[in-house]
């Protein structure tokens, strides 16, 4: 059974960066066919895509973070990560790490999620 | 940049017929897919390319895509579907959600 867990800080200063990283347990991130995403949702508000990755590296991004956005993929530890620059309190959220398939485009496997609170 | 429009809530009685729109521009032409979101929890697809359902998910749920419109349809309803629902497409390369339904088993 695939699984996937975030981990990182839980508490960010504003304008620092913010890091996760998603570990996959159950199957590898090499496999084609999917993209490695990474969705957030503020306490209270819905869900919004930040961005998703291909294991050859290949990446989509929100264009409303874009410009702070950056994940990247490590196949020999089967994680990738998310990097998201210059935060403030409005980034505030819970942040899941999701497979998609690449031609469903559905988002069928996700993490917990860690709640990231920028104070 | 494509924008999904939901209810912001829908309730339903015991035993009847829930159902929840996604508004888009030509959606119809799009695969929709529809999560279900319970406190605390990470969402789980419940109908993906706009009608199919994941294994495990009962038959009660379904989905149709037409013109601007697409539904998720939930007959039957349980307290246990009690929850926010998300629909979602794929458009310029971008995921896109629908700003959520709160859905009300009365």
């Known amino acids: 059974q695939l699984q996937l867990q975030e981990s990182g800080p839980g508490l960010v200063k504003p304008s620092e960066t913010l890091s996760l990283t998603c570990t996959v347990s159950?199957?590898?991130?090499?496999?084609?066919?999917?993209?490695w995403g990474w969705i957030r949702q503020p306490p209270g508000k819905g869900l919004e895509w930040i961005g998703s990755?291909?294991?050859?590296?290949?990446?989509y991004y929100n264009p409303s973070l874009k410009s702070r956005v950056t994940i990247s993929v490590d196949t020999s530890e089967n994680q990738f990560s998310l990097r998201l620059t210059s935060v403030t309190a409005a980034d505030t959220a819970v942040y899941y790490c999701a497979r998609m398939g690449t031609t469903t485009v559905t988002l069928d496997y996700w993490g917990q999620g860690t709640l990231v609170t920028v104070s | 940049s494509y924008e999904l429009t939901q209810p912001l809530s829908v309730s339903v009685a015991l035993g009847q017929t829930a159902r929840i729109t996604c508004g888009g521009n030509n959606i119809g032409s799009k695969n929709v897919h529809w999560y279900q979101q319970k406190p605390g929890q990470a969402p789980v697809v419940v109908i993906y390319r706009d009608n199919n359902r994941p294994s495990g998910i009962p038959e009660r749920f379904s989905g149709s895509n037409s013109g601007n419109t697409a539904t998720l349809t939930i007959s039957r309803a349980q307290a246990g579907d009690e929850a926010d629902y998300y629909c979602?497409?794929?458009?310029?390369?971008?995921?896109?959600f629908g700003g959520g339904t709160k859905l009300t088993v009365l």
């Open positions: 159950g199957g590898s991130i090499s496999s084609s066919g999917y993209y």
């Open positions: 979602q497409v794929w458009d310029s390369s971008t995921v896109v």
């Open positions: 990755i291909y294991y050859s590296g290949n990446t």
